[in-house]
């Protein structure tokens, strides 16, 4: 299963942001260059970018903040374009060693990819290998990935795997959800080691988006389990079943 295709949903925009910071490394792009909103960048839904006036400043910093913290769609597709689009974040995954990892939405020559597997695919494997290069620093380079790092511990969806770790460790992140498919990828700094997981999920009969959901609660179980298991002695015991405000 390590090994086996899913969708990535959101977790895709780890990738995207791997290639923003290739792009800043090669000068095309400054981590806080101030950019200029448009309508026409406007993805339908509840996005906090999409709820700007045309015309208005936003730096790409902050723009990659609400990619990752918030899953920003309207951020992330921006994100996308400035990255050069799906083929050339498609062409770092390959020169990468990423087989499977690929994006799909609006990328030319990918759109049977798109109607089978959405915005992009992936393996747990690969997805939880490309934390683990970002975690070591091998991703575009030591500084980017420190940055990168840095910004995905500041995850807003938390009610998952991250609910089944202490408050007062760290944790980097990316969920990815859509009716058929809720997965998560998460680095756990732990105090005896750190460890990192990716769980993937598709063809979901149970699409409900209410806290009960059946694959929410396999992500709430497995993060509890890793947990006992990599901090036996822990006296924080998590509880799958805890509820949330």
């Known amino acids: 299963m390590a090994d086996s295709l899913f969708p990535t949903a959101s977790m895709i925009k780890m990738t995207i942001l791997a290639e923003v910071f290739n792009k800043i490394k090669g000068g095309e792009l400054q981590y806080r260059q101030l950019l200029t909103y448009r309508d026409s960048l406007l993805y339908e839904g509840e996005d906090i970018l999409g709820s700007f006036k045309d015309s208005e400043k936003i730096y790409l910093d902050k723009v990659m903040m609400l990619m990752l913290t918030m ?10 374009k400035l990255a050069g689009g799906g083929i050339q974040i498609n062409q770092w995954l390959q020169g990468n060693g990423f087989e499977y990892t690929r994006v799909n939405s609006r990328t030319p020559g990918r759109e049977a990819d798109r109607k089978r597997f959405g915005w992009g695919q992936t393996t747990p494997k690969e997805m939880a ?20 790092y840095r910004n995905l511990t500041r995850n807003y969806w938390d009610t998952e795997g991250l609910l089944m770790v202490p408050p007062y460790v760290r944790t980097a992140s990316k969920n990815g959800a859509v009716d058929e498919s809720r997965s998560e990828v998460i680095m756990v700094n732990a105090p005896h080691g750190d460890y990192v997981y990716c769980i993937a ?30 901090e036996p002695d822990s006296k924080w015991n998590p509880d799958p079943g805890v509820g949330q405000f």
């Open 71 to 80: 899953s920003d769609n309207t951020a992330s597709l921006w994100l996308q």
């Open 129 to 148: 290998g490309l934390m683990e290069m970002i975690f070591r620093g091998e991703v575009v380079s030591k500084a980017a990935s420190e940055r990168m």
């Open 201 to 230: 999920t598709k063809n979901n009969v149970d699409q409900r988006w209410s806290r009960d959901n059946e694959a929410w609660q396999l992500l709430r179980k497995v993060g509890a389990i890793l947990w006992q298991y990599y």
